[in-house]
């Protein structure tokens, strides 16, 4: 089976999360906002210069290769 996931917002990845926990099925996330999931609402911190993309990313890169296919 396929499961195809509409948007990368936490709704999405956390969905995507408890399928891969819970089957083998193949899970593809379709989003135009990004390659990966991060905390918008921590963004202004990133504007002022207290915080770095890296720092707002819950997930390491790897984690998106080894659980979803993204588009």
Known sequence: MHI?????GIS???AA???RKLSDY???IISSESDYFFSR???MY???GHMRLKEVQPYENSF???TVSTF
Do not use: S
């Open 26 to 28: 193949d899970i593809t």
């Open 4 to 8: 195809v996931i509409i948007g990368n």
């Open 41 to 43: 609402t921590a963004l």
């Open 12 to 14: 999405g990845v956390t």
């Open 64 to 66: 998106w290769e080894k």
């Open 46 to 48: 990133i504007y002022m």
């Open 17 to 19: 999360r408890f399928i």
